[in-house]
């Protein structure tokens, strides 16, 4: 059998998954030579055919004959004598010289194959034709072709036409053009070719990773959603995250930082957890990959699917509740024996994208001033003794003798830079037919925008397929990635770069004549809050973090019956990872820093080994594919961590930490282990490829849960009627393609710590007698019966073609509803503990997943779609502990936590205080009575609900033209619904005279002829005192629009690719984070953030945020 | 495949495996020492003083600059204390209290079966977790009333909610927890420093005299319990182990800066300790005004978080007690580098440590929570409540008072108490303890047991008269009403709990 030509991409994607089972045909090759063939015959032949020949031996021999005329030259006529020879010496002199070798399939069927030939000399053969759209007729100017596997190629010209010169009549020609689907057209001897090119995304053909398998897309009755390689690719990107953002409909992921390695946060449909974790779960080539992520080479990844609904997720069961991110990665390459190598790099300049508002010098004077002149108002000053502002001290070193500051101190500008960032990808990739290399180098160098912050990456990755026989393929894929980075605080409300950056006083310079940093105690005659120097604090401080991962895995897949593969695989992920931290002796000043190092090592190893048996089956108008398997997994922990204090210099750093001479807190250190154990199945059925339905479910047993609950079972259904093809709509021509799907089903979350269902006693120890004595307490109480949370999904979802594919969308709408939740549940404290980690609440989660793409123009020059998509999602709280009480989960800081859980109310509700304003003179009396004067902030006695963290509506707008070589993207994203707490105003804007601020606490402040306004008066924050609760002025609407990426890209004619040796070559330039619309009253930063990224109910909320920068970049992809 | 998914926790031990290792179980009782109503309790991290100054802020005769920002300060001048606002505040109290207790109950249930110990170390380790038992249910019930009374661990989820127990029942198992401590307890004799740190027949004994004190006032006004107190107090100073720092030469080695300076002395009967290297004290950061900030100074930031106000000075005669002279229990000036800081208001000196301010940013003094002189103060009073105003009586008030009025004669001191009534000798103990007791927490539990407010003038400084506290207002402008004498149950607890009732006036 010569197998059916498959499109290089599904012959990929099956390749990697390793479900695909070869059931065209039942075969075994002639490398077993079986006992038939070794049965000794004798022949006579004189000038017979090969038909008569090969029909001579099967009879013989007892084999029946299975050929396609096309290949066998039948009719060739050949003379052979032999006596008493096997069948298999006879049958290879039969077919000596016809480029054919043969296999006997296990029902005795003889089959014919093309060999593997030795290299011909070059003899080049002439190949000419016409390329048209398939659907107008027209011809296409500018379509590339190439000869597969080679560099030799060219391009259409004005009226369609081509011609090129083959290596061989037998290669394969590989047309291309954007906007349509490319094309691969083997030769087979023929020097004229025509090619019609079909319109990109004819539904349903494409293949889909749906997690342990393949299936194509119009058999899935799950909700999946697909970026691709070429998707991927637009955008150059250190990080694969970010590159996902925007492309899948329901899939949001908040940027909270512009720092190499901020933190992205990625939600599926809402939160659905409270305390066990929302992220995704990550699989990259069928092994978790529970942390790095965000440092995995993103050059590397040939696509991305995330299963959404129950009936695609219930396949990964207990981790699955939050959504799947399939990654799947480049390998070898299959096409042909010839060896190709690709580059792919970029280059980029980042700049801070906005700054906000800080003051100068003479308005930070200005604020110090008034607050003196206030100072009466608040405190008790007996006439003649109010507080007077003398800045003779600082005369002569801050300020001239007329008393204005010397220097001006942009702290924004001074912290920040422009950063320039680089990043190379070498890939090297081969392939034949046994087997398939590819090797992939990776270096990049990223940096941040504030001054120090990078990261830097080398990976490896080599992956090797081999198929040794036909019943038989194994392989291995290994990853080496190790990154370096410095990095900046991004958490808390501390004295952090991305504060003082705005607070430090702008009196200050940079650094002292002296050469000297400037320290926040250089100013004498003002109080300020002990603050170290932005600059100091970024140029001198580590903070690194180094990373080691080795992940990979290995498989063998055994080709049971033509139906039926079993496979077995292991995969493990192993990360070292360092952080050194050291802060130098006189960071915040001479006098309070001594130098201070602290030093963590940890080491996480995962394994898993996952067998599973597949069984395909395909008679056309019946297709099944099912999968039953069984997983073991194991994740290991541990780490040492040591502090240390007093460094005689800051030579040392963290290299010496023996230095010090001082034990900077206990050396500590910790273990621990989790297991799980899981059974699963999925059995799909298409029937006429109209009517499909999937089973899946898999049964779970984790450590982490109760004794009494160890295993838990999830299952799903998912059902699919592709409408277009039952004649009543098929014969309606507006519509191409008409699919509804459904599907219900559970899964769930185990993303808890250890030992939580058991009663420990950890171990410390406490000052006692003067030295360290042991200490212990009970950790928790047991609950043997923790168990899963449970989430169950009911998605509709609905694909529609209109117009010959003008217009395509794809719409679903969910509920989800999250039960028996993994809530740290308030208890009596009478009992001694607060809290029992138990499963109680739910939350539910509805909306819509909505993705459209419009073919608005597309002539041959000129091809015009957009893809509006947006998720709308309703987060609600059901049901929370036993009486429903409220839950006050934190981040918390001022006013005590930011956030609360409350039934009926969305996970992520802010919760603080009213301000009605400030109180005018007119109720002074009123004031008083409240213990406050006018101009000071006039609040709710309660703390209330006052804002929603997580946005309703996310989305975005894609553009995408192409005239000519060239293609244009205009991504624009938004986000509506939401409202941010603006942290930072606390001491930016409501706590004067401690630090430096916001121009709006001295322009827009309260004053006699300034009532009407929120912002209190000026208050001398030493002098006396603060009035500061978070409120309803830190709450501003959260809705925004970013220009996201607006790139351009030039895709080199293949005409002179060809002359150049090269396969493929595009350059790109591209514009990132352009621009940002948000409500004016925002000040900080971007709308987007947390300065609380360990907490689930933190979006939003802020204290400062690191600028996320504005990138240019160049890119160029190149293969040859 | 049921053992791949057991857990055994390798960086925790199981509750199971604590019976068979005795250094689990000390450690269990060693941990008392620090949480509930320990260190915890006493450290001043940051803006909103130590939770300990709760008493002193709701007295209104203390006052934190830093309130604007945690406002538990804020309210309780205001007089505005809610179970709400205050939740989280009063629920780190509550919670903190009762893991204390739930711990002790864990060690008092388990240790009198365990091997490994001696019999002297199991009977003081038992008589330690009932003297931290004791000391958190005297804190609750004083400042709550009644609350759920707990003497076993709870260790499962059935039966959790526990309704309130009167208070009579509480301060019963207070009691017993004490005596059997001091009966059965093995404790050392000596002063707590000189005791390793670890709980005495001295600190034991002050506390039930501590105890008794409060049960005789309000709100149980259980007078019998005047005669327990004094016997309790009196067993303590006829143990002749503890006495009061004398003076040294000069007024900066008066009896207050040695108090201030060092922590080995026969006047600590009970503290906290700390230790810069290993739990050092954040007070040094209490005793600067922020906006005063002297060369050199070695924390980021400073507060006057307990701040003694102008009406509270006034207690005191500036012209006989040496306590109110700048530099001996308070100061309003710093000198550094040949210049003087002039503060313009009074701060905390007890707690200032000049290493710590200026070289190391930790503090290293203990924090004394009974001292002698308070267990003569007790043994005076509650002597003259139950025997009348004997000479043994004037004799403990006279000890105190002479170190206070240094140039004054003991004689003359003597004279102005003999022949005082019994109630105006008992005021006198009051103004008293208001007086050397000022940095030790006192005064809103004198306010609560014996419902008086203090007066003071600014005339007449030194002179203090007594007013009913119920319908008076505070120093900032904020009556009384006699809900405010305890607090509210925090908000949580209640919400968790359904068989507890909130405190009167606060629904």
């Known amino acids: ?1120 | 495949c049921q053992d791949f998914l057991t857990e055994s926790p390798k960086d925790q031990i199981s509750t199971d495996q604590l019976l068979g290792s005795p250094d689990a179980a000390s450690g269990l009782v060693n941990g008392l020492y620090r949480d509930g109503q320990g260190a915890g309790f006493y450290n001043s991290g940051g803006f909103g003083g130590a939770d300990v100054m709760m008493g002193g802020y709701m007295s209104g005769f203390f006052d934190n600059e830093g309130k604007g920002e945690r406002i538990q300060g804020q309210v309780a001048q205001d007089l505005q204390v809610d179970p709400e606002i205050l939740n989280q505040f009063f629920d780190g109290w509550w919670s903190g209290h009762y893991d204390v207790i739930a711990r002790a109950n864990t060690a008092i249930k388990y240790i009198p079966d365990m091997n490994g110990f001696s019999e002297d170390e199991r009977q003081r380790l038992l008589a330690e977790a009932r003297f931290f038992r004791a000391l958190n249910y005297f804190s609750l019930v004083k400042f709550f009333g009644d609350v759920p009374l707990i003497t076993e661990p709870i260790e499962g989820l059935t039966n959790i909610e526990v309704a309130r127990t009167g208070s009579d029942a509480v301060y019963s198992q207070i009691i017993n927890d004490l005596n059997w401590a001091i009966n059965e307890g093995n404790l050392g004799a000596q002063p707590f420093p000189m005791n390793n740190y670890r709980i005495t027949q001295g600190a034991a004994r002050t506390l039930l005299a501590d105890v008794h004190l409060q049960m005789a006032g309000y709100p149980l006004q259980a007078s019998e319990h005047y005669a327990d107190a004094a016997d309790a107090a009196r067993s303590v100073i006829q143990a002749g182990q503890h006495a009061l720092v004398e003076h040294g030469e000069t007024v900066e080695e008066s009896a207050y800066n040695k108090l201030r300076t060092s922590d080995v002395d026969p006047e600590f009967v009970y503290g906290i300790e700390y230790n810069p290297e290993i739990a050092s004290n954040d007070n040094p950061r209490i005793t600067i005004p922020g906006v005063i900030r002297p060369p050199g100074i070695n924390y980021g930031r400073t507060l006057n978080a307990y701040r003694p106000i102008q009406e509270y000075i006034w207690a005191y005669d500036p012209d006989v007690d040496l306590r109110v002279q700048n530099k001996q229990l308070f100061h309003n000036s710093i000198e550094r580098e040949g210049q003087t800081f002039e503060f313009g208001e009074w701060a905390p000196y007890l707690w200032f440590e000049e290493e710590a301010i200026f070289e190391t940013g930790l503090g290293g003094r203990d924090i004394r929570v009974y001292r002698y002189a308070e267990v003569l103060l007790i043994a005076a009073e509650a002597i003259a409540r139950s025997e009348g105003v004997t000479q043994e009586a004037i004799t403990y008030l006279a000890d105190v008072r002479d170190r206070a009025y240094w140039q004054t004669d003991r004689s003359a001191i003597v004279a102005e108490l003999n022949g005082l009534s019994e109630q105006e000798f008992v005021e006198e103990v009051w103004k008293e303890r208001l007086r050397e007791l000022a940095l030790n927490f006192k005064v809103w539990s004198d306010i609560q047991r014996t419902r008086q407010y203090p007066v003071t003038d600014e005339d007449n400084k030194g002179e203090i008269i007594f007013e009913d506290v119920i319908g008076h207002s505070n120093n900032w402008g904020q009556t009384y009403e006699e809900y405010h004498l305890l607090y509210p149950i925090p908000d949580d607890e209640i919400q968790t709990n359904p068989a507890l009732e909130q405190n009167p006036g606060y629904n």
């Open chain 1, 1 to 1120: 059998a010569v197998y059916a030509q498959a499109d290089s991409k599904q012959e990929q994607k099956s390749f990697i998954s390793q479900a695909s089972v070869f059931n065209d045909s039942d075969i075994r090759t002639t490398n077993t030579v079986s006992e038939t063939l070794k049965q000794v015959v004798t022949v006579n032949y004189h000038n017979h055919t090969l038909r008569y020949a090969l029909q001579d031996v099967a009879q013989k021999a007892g084999f029946k004959l299975s050929y396609i005329d096309q290949k066998v030259p039948m009719e060739k006529r050949i003379s052979l004598s032999l006596e008493n020879v096997t069948v298999n010496k006879v049958l290879w002199k039969i077919l000596e010289g016809t480029g054919l070798r043969f296999a006997v399939s296990p029902n005795n069927h003889l089959v014919f194959m093309e060999r593997m030939m030795p290299k011909k000399e070059v003899k080049l053969e002439s190949v000419s034709g016409t390329v048209t759209d398939a659907s107008s007729g027209e011809t296409l100017p500018g379509v590339n072709i190439l000869v597969k596997g080679t560099s030799t190629g060219t391009s259409t010209d004005a009226s369609g036409e081509y011609e090129l010169n083959a290596p061989s009549l037998q290669d394969t020609l590989v047309f291309s053009f954007i906007g349509y689907q490319t094309q691969e057209v083997p030769i087979q001897g023929r020097s004229q070719i025509d090619v019609s090119m079909q319109l990109q995304t004819v539904s349903g053909d494409e293949l889909v990773v749906t997690g342990y398998g393949v299936q194509k897309k119009s058999d899935v009755t799950g909700s999946i959603g697909m970026v691709s390689a070429e998707e991927l690719q637009e955008q150059p990107s250190f990080n694969a995250l970010k590159s996902l953002r925007g492309k899948v409909a329901g899939v949001n992921i908040f940027t909270n930082s512009g720092s190499p390695t901020g933190s992205n946060r990625v939600v599926i449909r809402g939160s659905g957890s409270i305390n066990a974790g929302t992220q995704p779960l990550y699989v990259v080539d069928g092994v978790v990959m529970q942390d790095g992520i965000e440092y995995m080479n993103p050059n590397n990844i040939e696509s991305m699917e995330v299963l959404k609904d129950a009936s695609a997720t219930a396949i990964y069961g207990s981790r699955g509740a939050n959504g799947v991110i399939l990654v799947t990665t480049k390998r070898g390459d299959t096409a042909s024996g010839d060896v190709s190598v690709t580059y792919d790099g970029s280059f980029s300049v980042g700049q801070m994208a906005s700054k906000m508002d800080a003051m100068n010098a003479e308005e930070f004077m200005e604020v110090q001033r008034i607050g003196y002149e206030n100072a009466p108002l608040f405190d008790d000053y007996a006439p003649g003794e109010e507080p007077q502002l003398d800045i003779t001290p600082d005369m002569g070193t801050l300020f001239d003798d007329a008393g204005n500051p010397l220097y001006d101190t942009d702290w924004q500008e001074e912290v920040s830079r422009t950063a320039l960032s680089h990043d190379h990808q070498i890939g090297v990739q081969s392939g034949g037919e046994k087997s398939s290399f590819g090797g992939f180098l990776n270096y990049t160098n990223n940096e941040g925008v504030i001054l120090n912050s990078w990261m830097r990456r080398a990976s490896a990755k080599i992956v090797y397929d081999a198929s040794p026989k036909e019943w038989l393929s194994l392989g291995t894929n290994l990853r080496v990635n190790r990154t370096w980075e410095n990095n900046i605080e991004e958490g808390g409300g501390g004295q952090e770069v991305r504060r003082t950056m705005v607070e430090f006083a702008p009196i200050l310079p940079v650094r002292m004549p002296s050469g000297d940093y400037s320290h926040f105690n250089d100013v004498k005659s003002l109080t300020l809050e002990g603050q170290p120097n932005p600059v100091q604090r970024a140029l001198e401080e580590d903070r690194l973090r180094d990373r080691l991962q080795l992940f990979g895995n290995a498989y063998l897949a055994l080709q049971i019956t033509p139906n039926l593969e079993f496979r077995t695989q292991f995969g493990v992920d192993n990360t070292n990872y360092e952080l050194r931290n050291y802060q130098p002796t006189d960071l915040e000043s001479p006098a309070t820093s001594v130098g201070s190092a602290y030093v963590e090592n940890s080491e996480t190893t995962y394994w898993q080994n996952e067998n599973y048996l597949t069984y395909l089956q395909d008679t056309g108008s019946h297709r099944i594919n099912a999968v039953l398997g069984a997983s073991w997994q194991q994740r290991m922990y541990r780490d040492n961590a040591v502090g240390v204090r007093n460094f005689p210099n800051d030579f040392y750093r963290t290299n010496s930490i023996d230095a010090a001479t001082e034990v900077d807190g206990f050396p500590a250190s910790g273990s621990w282990d989790w297991t799980m154990n899981s059974f699963f199945a999925r059995g799909s059925y298409t029937f006429d490829d109209t009517y499909s339905v999937t089973l899946t479910s898999r049964m779970d047993g984790s450590s982490r849960f109760g004794k009494n609950n160890k295993y838990g079972f999830f299952p799903s259904v998912g059902v699919g009627w592709t409408a277009s093809n039952e004649g009543f709509i098929s014969n309606i021509d507006a519509i191409d393609h008409l699919k509804v799907r459904g599907s219900v089903g559970r899964t769930g979350n185990t993303e808890i710590g250890v030992y939580q269902s058991l009663s420990t006693i950890g171990s410390g120890t406490v000052l006692l007698g003067g030295g360290r004595q042991n200490s212990s307490a009970p950790q928790r109480l047991a609950n043997p019966d923790l168990e899963w949370e449970k989430t169950t999904q009911y998605n509709i979802g609905m694909e529609l073609d209109l117009f010959n594919q003008v217009v395509s969308f794809e719409a679903d709408y969910y509920y989800k509803k999250t039960d028996d939740l993994l809530l740290d549940r308030p208890i009596p404290s009478t009992t001694g503990f607060d809290v029992v980690l138990d499963n109680v609440g739910s939350v539910s989660n509805q909306g819509v997943d909505f993705i459209m793409t419009t073919r608005n123009v597309q002539t041959p020059d000129f091809f015009w779609s957009s893809t509006l998509n947006f998720n709308y999602n309703k987060n609600r709280v059901e049901s929370l502990g036993k009486e429903d009480e409220d839950i006050f989960p934190g981040p918390n800081w001022v006013s005590g936590s930011q956030t609360i859980l409350r039934v009926g109310e969305p996970i992520g509700t802010f919760y603080g205080f009213k301000r009605m304003g400030t109180w005018n003179t007119d109720e002074a009396a009123e004031a008083a009575d409240a213990g406050r004067i006018p101009g000071e902030a006039k609040r709710s006695s309660d703390r209330q609900i006052i804002g929603y963290g997580m946005p309703e509506w996310t989305g975005s707008f894609i553009n995408k033209f192409n005239f000519k070589n060239f293609d244009f993207t205009a991504d624009i994203q938004f986000v509506y619904g939401s409202e941010i707490m603006q942290e930072f105003l606390h001491t930016a804007e409501d706590r004067q005279a401690l630090t430096n601020g916001i121009a709006t606490q001295l322009y827009e402040a309260w004053t006699e002829d300034n009532q009407n306004t929120p912002i209190q008066r000026i208050r001398h924050q030493p002098l006396s005192g603060q009035n500061t609760q978070a409120d309803t002025h830190w709450i501003v609407d959260g809705s925004y629009i970013r220009g996201n990426l607006f790139s351009i890209g030039y895709n080199f004619n293949q005409q002179a690719l060809t002359n150049w040796g090269l396969q493929r070559l595009r350059i790109t330039a591209s514009l990132e984070n352009a621009f940002v619309i948000h409500h004016p009253d925002f000040k900080g930063h971007d709308p987007e953030g947390t300065s609380w990224g360990g907490n689930p109910n933190s979006q939003n909320i802020f204290f400062y945020q690191y600028p996320k920068p504005r990138t240019f970049t160049l890119g160029v992809n190149l293969r040859f």
